[in-house]
């Protein structure tokens, strides 16, 4: 039987490595994003198996409408790599922008509205079609940058907080499905060169990727409660 991964934000950076990767393997990509890409484009042009679809996870009623084109489709990765570090990227200001006494509380809820409260409404809108999968599996991108115990740098309010509190979700979430036989975790990508992270990143975008794809396939109940790095390290929340 084919396997198939929805993966959030797939027209460009890691979102894109997914779905070129997963297609690779033979999969059947459903790759969404709210504006497509050459480069996703090319693609789909390559594998039969790969479809767009429009979809931004900040707008609720996109995603509804997605469930329902979908209807009786079942996804065995749920994997939500849509985000956003805020109106200003880490490589572009952004540090300065998110620095204590510069708040800026739109951009701070447009952040939460794309990192948190979207895999949130995806999970909880797609979860039929995980539950009827034979892999069952919801993973969302978090970051080292919303772990407590690694942040000695402090600042960047808007974007430590959101990822944060997508740890704190996945794992009240890998909890309440666990009975279903679902897998729900969050994983850590890595400082990777992507248009978010900017060219001055640790790691190369195809090493995040085929990391992170290691450890969705050996993903466990184990795993629930962890927040799982690309090169499969646990790291604290």
């Avoid at 070129?20 to 497509?36: F, L, S």
């Avoid at 490589?91 to 708040?103: R, Y």
Wanted: overall charge negative; some cysteine.
């Amino acid at each position: 039987m084919i396997s198939t991964v929805l993966v959030t934000g797939a027209n460009r950076g890691l979102g894109l490595g997914f779905a070129g990767a997963y297609a690779e393997m033979g999969w059947k990509v459903i790759a969404c994003c709210r504006q497509t890409s050459p480069e996703l484009q090319a693609l789909a042009q390559r594998h039969a198996a790969l479809s767009i679809e429009p979809l931004d996870v900040a707008n609720h009623a996109t995603i509804d409408q997605l469930a329902a084109r979908l209807q009786g489709q079942a996804i065995d990765v749920l994997l939500n790599n849509a985000g956003t570090y805020g109106r200003l990227g880490f490589a572009e200001g952004g540090v300065e922008h998110q620095a204590f006494g510069n708040t800026d509380y739109a951009n701070w809820e447009q952040v939460l509205r794309v990192n948190l409260f979207g895999p949130m409404k995806m999970a909880e809108t797609f979860i039929e079609h995980v539950a009827r999968s034979e892999q069952k599996k919801i993973v969302t991108l978090s970051s080292m940058m919303g772990s407590m115990g690694l942040n000695t740098s402090g600042g960047m309010y808007a974007y430590r907080t959101s990822k944060a509190a997508v740890n704190m979700m996945m794992h009240s979430m890998g909890i309440d499905l666990a009975g279903r036989g679902i897998i729900a975790v969050a994983v850590h990508p890595g400082w990777a060169r992507t248009d978010m992270g900017g060219p001055g990143a640790e790691i190369d975008p195809t090493e995040s990727v085929e990391g992170m794809m290691a450890v969705i396939e050996n993903l466990n109940a184990d795993h629930l409660g962890q927040l799982t790095a690309y090169d499969g390290s646990v790291l604290p929340y």
